[in-house]
């Protein structure tokens, strides 16, 4: 995971699973890089392989901490970046996308959606797993 500030903004990326494994270095590596003057922090999703409770849970975090180091009255954006569909499936069943913005891929001009979005995916009872 790759955390790069700029103009208020911070930028997540390289993040490949959202998961028990990696939650708390998860907030761990975004809370210490959180200051009030932060506006906007934008997390790309598209390789994320696996999402699971602690992950949603870390996303949350993330929201509260990061609303909390604002100046009042003003709520830092978080954006979420082309998160694959089994992702966005998870953040929408847990009724996450409700706290974040949510960026999906646009389709091409024929209606094909990119390849990035075009993967299978296995479910066990706690995540989902990419292929």
Known sequence: ?????QDGTLNVTGLRDLNSAGA?????E???????????????????????GAGLGALVFIYQTANEHRKEGELAVIRLNNPPPPVQQMIELARLHHLFEIKCPAPKPDGALPPSTLRSYETDSSSFHLH
Request: without cysteine; aromatic residues 4%.
């Open 30 to 52: 975004i809370g210490a890089a959180l200051t009030p003057d932060l506006r906007a922090i934008e997390i790309d999703l598209a390789q994320v392989q696996t999402v699971d």
């Open 1 to 5: 995971m790759e955390l790069n500030r």
């Open 24 to 28: 708390r270095a998860f907030r761990a």
